[in-house]
């Protein structure tokens, strides 16, 4: 018995993703449509700063701790001496690139149910450790608490189907909330956070890398628009069928 999507199943899924994509892009258009899509872009945050920490450990350094904030804005402290200026410029771009990436690995995860479910497990645990090890607002904690507990929920008390679909749905919310930013990322090097006035990502991505910023700003939405198209290639492309289960 396979544990791949049937093809019949995989276009009806592509349908419904892709209709899901265009009524986020659409309610983001209307003041009341922020309010509606609010939860999405706290998690959205959430990747963004963890693709932060994340890097700065993979590189070696010190994911210190992680605040957010309820207008939606975040910051992570990481500290890093590896590469010099390449790696505080590579510890800069994860963050924008975090929604991206993980959007994609969960699209491709979907592709099976098991792995679509093991992928749900391990992303209601790491909400919940980020918790424990790095979020510092009470806010951070409450908002990440709830999601890792749902999305725990939906792993382990829903059919595969729906478990599919919605790791599908996490991951194409994620991958368009990095076009969501366009602005930040092409707007002033500065970017307002809890109040306060700090460098943009972008901003620190030229300062230690070089070439402006809006350069930085079109490097990452054109590589999450591959990553996007790559990731629905693979989680929709044919099955060999030496690649199915029994």
Known sequence: MSDSLSPSSSKIGLIWLVIAAAATVLLWQFPWGTYILYPFSILATWF????????????????????????????????????????QGFVAMGGPLGPAVAGGFFIISSR??????????????????SVLLWIRTLFGVVA???????????????????QAFFLQFMGMQALVSTYHQKEYLFGSPSVNVNGSNLVSDTGIIAHYLFLPHWFWAAF???????????????????TDESDRPV
């Open 48 to 87: 963004h700063e963890m693709g932060h920490g994340l890097t700065a450990a993979l590189l070696g350094g010190n994911f210190h701790q992680l605040a957010l904030y309820r207008d939606g804005s975040g910051v992570a402290m990481t500290s890093v001496s590896f590469l010099g200026r390449l790696g």
């Open 112 to 129: 099976r149910f098991k792995t679509a479910h093991w992928c749900l497990m391990g992303l209601g645990c790491l909400m919940l450790i």
């Open 220 to 238: 990452i939405l054109i590589l999450s628009a591959l990553i996007f198209g790559w990731s629905l290639r693979i989680a929709y492309g044919s």
């Open 144 to 162: 990440i608490a709830l999601w890792g507990l749902f999305i725990l929920g939906i792993s382990l008390k829903t059919p595969k189907s729906i």
